[in-house]
């Protein structure tokens, strides 16, 4: 049997994705973080994370 490793960057990035395309922005900035921890060299995940912060960051200010 396969043990899952919580530090696969591909998967993380990847979950990342998965949760953008839900519109689950704060889970899919976490798994961008998680993944950018893991690999910094990832250019994708890494952009993302300034644009998700901003964007969490204006609906947060919005909401009050």
């Not at 490793?5 to 990847?14: D, K, R, S, T, V």
């Not at 689950?24 to 994708?44: D, H, T, W």
């Amino acid at each position: 049997m396969f043990k899952r490793n919580p530090n696969h960057f591909g998967a993380l990035a990847g979950a990342g994705q998965i949760h953008l395309h839900l519109g689950n922005m704060r889970s899919a900035l976490e798994f961008f973080r998680r993944a950018v921890k893991v690999n910094p060299n990832l250019e994708g995940p890494a952009q993302m994370i300034p644009l998700l912060e901003r964007h969490l960051q204006d609906d947060d200010k919005n909401r009050t």
